[in-house]
């Protein structure tokens, strides 16, 4: 190792042509349309709000949402993450309950789920919790923004199933 500008990894050529040993094609088909999306999201949005937003997705319906569940996936200290958000002048909170609405609208719209169920789903320890905060969000009652109809020219709903109900469509 030497002291140097950046860091780097040099292969040969020959390695790099080598097969995978442990390759499995139908994990990868399973695998690849998530990977492509997150790769996607990366390319247009590389601010820390949507690298947090991006982890929160993944980590919520596990019931992880405090910032150190966030920092520990994106490999930074709870500090450095305050700094940056507050340099996009937001805050995790703001995040969290952005993330948390965006999800709600989604599960209502697309998703036949109980509110039991998307309370859960986003971390909520409490049911009445969320539908305080949906309340906030909305200006209405889960069951009034269902009957207002606010998810028309969304997908036909369907029935939910544990890989859509985790964000693995």
Not at 39 to 65: H, N, P, Q, W, Y
Not at 84 to 96: A, D, G, P, R, Y
Request: aromatic share 8%; charged share 25%.
């Amino acid at each position: 190792m030497q002291q140097a500008d950046r860091n780097s990894i040099v292969f040969c050529n020959a390695d790099l042509e080598q097969p995978f040993i442990s390759h499995d094609e139908t994990m990868w088909e399973y695998l690849k349309p998530e990977l492509s999306r997150c790769l996607a999201e990366l390319e247009i949005d590389a601010s820390m709000s949507a690298k947090v937003r991006s982890v929160l997705v993944k980590i919520l319906a596990g019931g992880a949402c405090a910032i150190e569940d966030v920092t520990e996936k994106l490999g930074i200290s709870k500090r450095t993450l305050q700094r940056k958000l507050n340099e996009e002048n937001t805050t995790f909170q703001k995040q969290l309950n952005s993330t948390r609405k965006m999800l709600a609208m989604h599960y209502i719209r697309n998703i036949e789920l109980t509110t039991n169920d998307i309370a859960y789903l986003l971390g909520y320890a409490e049911v009445n919790s969320f539908l305080r905060s949906f309340i906030v969000w909305t200006g209405m009652t889960v069951n009034e923004y269902k009957k207002q109809g606010q998810g028309k020219d969304s997908k036909v709903k369907k029935k939910a199933k544990s890989e859509t109900a985790f964000g693995l469509e």
